[in-house]
Nanobody, 128 residues
């Protein structure tokens, strides 16, 4: 069983940056999809980004495209989410999750139901 721990959240002004980390214990991210999701108060948990670890392929929600990256730092147990030009609407609890790299299509990376394990989340608050 894998355990995921997110860190790096905090309070930042609009236009600022944060780098979130997702640390895995119990296994590495090799042969897995690592997803980032977020949930704002009163809203559903939504897809933010995903990394297909084997290929380095990255996938982003339209709402964050161009502002968010997943830097590849060759750490098999840590994945990052680099968020720039943050907006107040980015305020949410951010979660990382993992799924086995068995999907026939990348469209599954965008679905919450594709992921088996989740972290406890880290709060990101962007002030205007």
């Amino acid at each position: 069983q894998v355990q995921l721990v997110e860190s790096g959240g905090g309070l930042v002004q609009a236009g600022g940056s944060l780098r979130l980390s997702c640390l895995a214990s119990g296994r590495t991210f090799s042969n897995h999809i690592v997803g980032w999701f977020r949930q704002a108060p009163g809203k559903d948990r939504e897809f933010v980004a995903a990394l297909r670890y084997s290929s380095g392929g990255t996938y982003f929600a339209d709402a964050v495209k161009g502002r968010v990256t997943i830097p590849r730092l060759n750490a098999e147990t840590t994945v990052y989410l680099q968020m720039n030009s943050l907006k107040p609407e980015d305020t949410a609890v951010y979660y990382c999750a993992v799924a086995p790299d068995l999907f026939s299509s990348a469209r599954y990376y965008y679905l919450r139901s594709s992921y088996d394990y989740w972290g406890q989340g880290t709060q990101v608050t962007v002030s205007s």
